[in-house]
């Protein structure tokens, strides 16, 4: 790997990353860890024929489908600009929290396709290992999808398709879908136009009845079609009115008043081993100027362990004076430094004045610097301690967990906050501390965060690179800013006792302006045609929403695939639960799940396969009626025509070891965990999402349905917040469960929330 020159120190930062999905050559800059952390990959373009985009923007995920056609000239392809030689770069820059599902690249004597199978599979797999013909890894970036594309011909167009998902942000009251197509410098053949190139459907679905608003100014569009719920438009191809950059879709949601919906599908049909309906329930805040925000009182927990030294530290700190700002005169706040030692700011609460600001902003300068090793749980308790001394009245208690490390009590940190949340608040205490995690590199349990946030009914983000620190955690603070309504009960009348409910998330988080409250859930015979749902404002006062129930009865192709809209966060929070409970039947749930959707999990693979043309049609074949296992047979056998490309490495959780070594630059290498494909030899990392959202099923589902059954009965079903009753309930399952204390997170909770809404 080759060393940045000189000449190339002020290199623009557009050939550091690409800009569009296509064929790359790369050439790989060894890291002079004095200036910087990680490795970077100068990626030089191939000339783009087609770049086409069909975006499914479903409630807050966006479904895409990205086909592309390019050709690699022999002289790049030779040249020093490409390490790998007869070998090219497929790269796809993405959000972070973005899950590539399938690639496939077409050329006339050679094809590839992609799979998803057990972890354990793959240590079977027999056949020629393909890739580069040299030691040079794959480029790896956390913002970065990449896979090696072998002995691509000269000359010849490349036909290559990806599928993703990835959340929509939300930022001022509207969710956010943006696509990478911007061509980079030498990428447009001579004579060739923009619009002659990029293509772009985009099909936006609500689960409201009117029609959904679209806003695009990046480039003019063309509706072609609108109805009840749905809007489809397209890039306008007559026009010349818009220029090389990134496609910006922007769907406003922010409204005079808190605004719900729901809607469900039938049953699925065929054989399948899940009969329920599925349906989605959606808050949408309103506009900030409609409503009164929560007093807060705000404690913020930083990680000053030596692993943050540099950037990390830098843009933690960032994002602790935009939390200092974001405070009003009718808020507390304190702040906790902490290794494996503690400072704080004060011994109690302090009133965010102007003067005890500018004070913290002080103190931080002098405190929050890099040193010593990890401690989480003492600060958190210690915080949940001052927070319930001298409670503000009527504010949202709020703890922002800020870490980079793994810690080696993580269960027992979730266990306590378990406790936390099911006895009664503290006299004084509206409502219990919300607990809002962020994660800082590879090192941390991402896994162990997210859990923590679900836990403590907060939000939960992550940065992987150096220069996402203070952005990504400033988002969330916004995101968390502004509580509108807290303690969300969603009431399900006449589920009986045969009825088995599910949702994640799961307790149900608080509503903020910066964020949407989005519940997915199955139910045996489907809701009801209306159902209601309770909260509490910042006044005190109950708000109360009957919400009808749309039925989508899935005869538009257009409709909701509220199966696979939250499958991702779905398998994160069973993937969290099973390292909370470690419970391996839970694990192999996670596997079923993610062999079913074909979605990458931290116990199974996106594998890469050269198949042999005359084998293509049949590998398809074998794909769609035996899904993934089907094709790791082929693999796994040595069929001829099917090589093993490469598979990405599941997920760890965590790295202890190297919290309490304090390694520095835990960011820099930690590879794509977007599932990037490094043919010659895997990449060990990460694939990780932050949702919000979880899934219980298996050894998790059943007692969470056995707790709803009885207590359904009765009075119907309503999911809601911590009641009088959560101690007792706790209690008495805790004793059932004996040691087995972590499963409280997913069957306690579901129990005290039925019974809390029962007494509401």
């Not at 001394?389 to 922002?400: D, E, F, H, N, S």
């Not at 930690?670 to 060990?684: C, D, F, Q």
Request: glycine share 10%; net charge negative.
């Amino acid at each position: 790997m080759a060393h940045r020159p000189p000449e190339m120190a002020a290199m623009d930062s557009s050939v550091l990353k690409p800009s569009c999905p296509g064929l790359y050559a790369t050439t790989i800059l060894k890291a002079d860890y004095q200036l910087r952390d990680h490795d970077e990959t100068i990626y030089t373009p191939a000339e783009c024929n087609s770049l086409e985009f069909n975006v499914e923007c479903h409630l807050s995920t966006a479904f895409v489908t990205c086909k592309t056609q390019w050709m690699v000239p022999s002289k790049l392809l030779k040249s020093s600009a490409n390490q790998g030689k007869n070998s090219c770069t497929f790269a796809l820059p993405m959000d972070q929290k973005g899950v590539v599902t399938s690639i496939s690249a077409k050329m006339k004597k050679m094809h590839i396709q992609s799979c998803v199978v057990p972890v354990a599979d793959t240590g079977k797999f027999s056949g020629k290992r393909f890739g580069r013909n040299g030691p040079e890894p794959c480029p790896v970036h956390p913002e970065v999808f990449a896979i090696a594309i072998p002995n691509v011909p000269a000359n010849e167009i490349v036909d290559i398709e990806v599928t993703y998902f990835q959340p929509l942000k939300f930022e001022d009251g509207a969710y956010i879908f943006e696509a990478p197509t911007t061509l980079p410098k030498g990428a447009l053949p001579q004579g060739a136009q923009l619009k002659d190139i990029v293509h772009i459907m985009t099909t936006v679905r609500g689960a409201r009845p009117e029609p959904v608003m679209v806003e695009c100014k990046s480039h003019p569009v063309t509706l072609v079609q609108a109805g009840p719920g749905v809007t489809q438009v397209m890039i306008d191809p007559r026009s010349n009115k818009w220029g090389n950059g990134n496609y910006l879709m922007r769907m406003p949601v922010w409204s005079p008043s808190i605004t719900a919906a729901a809607v469900q599908q039938p049953s699925p049909k065929g054989p399948t081993a899940d009969t329920r309906a599925p349906f989605i329930i959606s808050i949408s805040p309103p506009d900030p100027k409609s409503c009164a925000p929560f007093a807060r009182s705000v404690f913020f927990i930083v990680d000053r362990s030596g692993s943050m030294t540099g950037k990390p530290m830098a843009g933690a700190n960032q994002a602790l004076l935009a939390g200092l700002s974001s405070l009003g005169p009718q808020d507390t706040f304190n702040i906790c430094a902490f290794d494996n030692l503690q400072e704080y700011l004060s011994e109690d609460m302090v009133p965010a004045s102007p003067a005890n600001i500018n004070a913290a902003k002080g103190w931080i300068e002098g405190h929050c610097t890099a040193r010593g090793t990890t401690d989480i749980l003492t600060p958190l308790r210690a915080a949940v301690a001052i927070l319930s001394k001298r409670p503000l009245p009527g504010a949202v208690p709020l703890i922002y967990v800020v870490t980079d490390g793994a810690v080696d009590n993580e269960r027992e940190i979730c266990r306590y906050m378990q406790e936390v949340m099911s006895a009664p608040p503290p006299e004084g205490l509206m409502t219990h501390p919300r607990v809002c995690t962020f994660g800082i590199g590879r090192y941390c349990n991402h896994y162990f965060l997210k859990m923590l946030s679900q836990i403590g009914k907060g939000l939960s983000d992550a940065a992987y690179t150096d220069e996402r620190v203070g952005s990504q955690m400033i988002a969330l603070i916004n995101a968390s800013r502004t509580p509108v309504l807290t303690d969300v009960m969603l009431g399900i009348p006449g589920a009986g006792e045969s009825s088995k409910v599910e949702v994640y998330p799961f307790p149900v988080p608080d509503l903020y302006i910066g964020a949407p409250v989005m519940v997915a859930g199955k139910i045996q015979g489907g809701l009801p045609p209306a159902m209601s749902i309770k909260g509490r404002l910042a006044s005190g006062e109950e708000w109360e929403s009957t919400v009808p129930v749309a039925p989508d009865l899935q005869n538009n192709v257009l409709n909701i695939p509220l199966d696979k809209v939250f499958i991702k966060e779905r398998i994160d929070m069973l993937t969290a639960n099973a390292w909370l409970t470690n419970n391996k039947s839970a694990e192999a749930d996670v596997t079923a799940l993610s062999l079913q959707y074909g979605v990458p999990c931290p116990h199974t693979k996106l594998c890469a396969f050269e198949v042999d043309p005359k084998k293509s049609a049949e590998v398809e074949a074998a794909k769609k009626k035996g899904g993934a296992m089907k094709i790791a047979k082929y693999a796994v056998g040595g069929a001829a025509g099917v090589m093993v490309l490469g598979a990405l490495a599941g997920a760890d959780f965590g790295n202890v070891g190297a919290s309490l070594a304090n390694a520095a630059g835990g960011i820099g290498d930690l590879g794509s965990v977007l599932g990037s494909i490094n043919l010659p030899a895997g990449i060990a990392i990460p694939d990780i999402d932050l949702g919000v959202c979880g899934d219980m099923c298996g050894e998790i589902c059943e007692p969470v349905a056995g707790c709803l059954g009885p207590i359904l009965e009765p009075c119907g079903g309503c999911i809601g917040s911590v009641g009088d009753v959560a101690g007792d309930a706790v209690g008495a399952i805790s004793n059932v469960a004996g040691d087995a204390v972590g499963a409280i997170g997913s069957v306690a909770e579901g129990a005290i929330e039925v019974v809390s809404g029962i007494l509401e």
